[in-house]
């Protein structure tokens, strides 16, 4: 399995910055193992580039409409940019009816007017990607002590320590991600050493984060706006054109 040096030394010699069998030095390591993390920092802006949705649950209060997420927040999970679902239940049956909530648009949440308006259950939900904390709100507040939240998010890949022992992280990741974390950061790193990529590196890059993304796709149901169905009283049928 390989670790964060690997490829690291791989992404040096792809730039002919040293030999094939060479040992780069300590600085030079470094220097890409910083440069690894930029990335990964910015491919956690892009959903095609995560591979995986997590599910993280928190028991809602009476009363309380906003919820924070990430780190060390009240949904406890990296901070997404955004969210896909999210839903709740009823903790205290048998068999928990988990029921989805609408999203809402920054326009629709601008135009609730009562925006502190209570009710058994939430209706509605707006995720605000405020930073270092996500700052998730329910509307109407629930006035049940019973009920838990699911928030689902695309889960994004998670940085390098920068320090040596950061180095001899594992890396364990879906398959394509190897290539494309080598050729890519050849490619972040060439402006550093004075290095000019060749057409090869550049068309190996984008093919292998093009087969990243491919694979990423996630099948979705598809949504239509009701205007587009029923505005003026004509509906489309699809069988007949």
């Not at 009562?114 to 930073?131: D, H, S, V």
């Not at 699911?150 to 320590?161: H, K």
Request: include cysteine; aromatic fraction near 10%; charge should be negative.
């Amino acid at each position: 399995m390989a670790d964060v040096r690997d490829v690291c030394t791989d992404a040096l010699r792809e730039l002919g910055v040293i030999a094939a069998d060479d040992t780069p030095t300590a600085s030079d390591v470094m220097s890409a193992l910083r440069a690894l993390n930029r990335l990964i920092d910015q491919w956690a802006a892009e959903r095609l580039m995560i591979y995986t949705v997590s599910r993280t649950t928190f028991a809602l209060s009476s009363g309380d409409q906003s919820y924070t997420v990430g780190s060390g927040g009240n949904f406890n999970v990296a901070r997404p940019v955004r969210i896909d679902h999210f839903t709740i239940y009823d903790d205290t049956e048998a068999t928990p009816d988990e029921q989805s909530l609408e999203e809402l648009t920054d326009d629709a949440y601008a135009l609730i007017r009562q925006k502190t308006a209570t009710g058994p259950e939430p209706i509605y939900y707006y995720y605000n990607p405020t930073f270092p904390l996500g700052t998730l709100f329910l509307w109407p507040s629930p006035t049940s002590d019973d009920l838990t939240g699911a928030l689902y998010a695309p889960q994004q890949v998670s940085e390098f320590a920068e320090t040596p022992a950061g180095l001899d992280t594992a890396i364990s990741l879906p398959p394509g991600y190897r290539r494309m974390l080598v050729k890519n950061l050849a490619m972040e790193l060439a402006p550093s050493f004075e290095r000019s990529p060749t057409p090869e590196l550049r068309e190996q890059a984008a093919d292998s984060k093009s087969i990243v993304k491919l694979a990423n796709v996630r099948m979705m149901d598809m949504s239509v706006d009701p205007g587009w169905l029923s505005g003026g009283g004509y509906r489309f049928d699809i069988y007949q054109g």
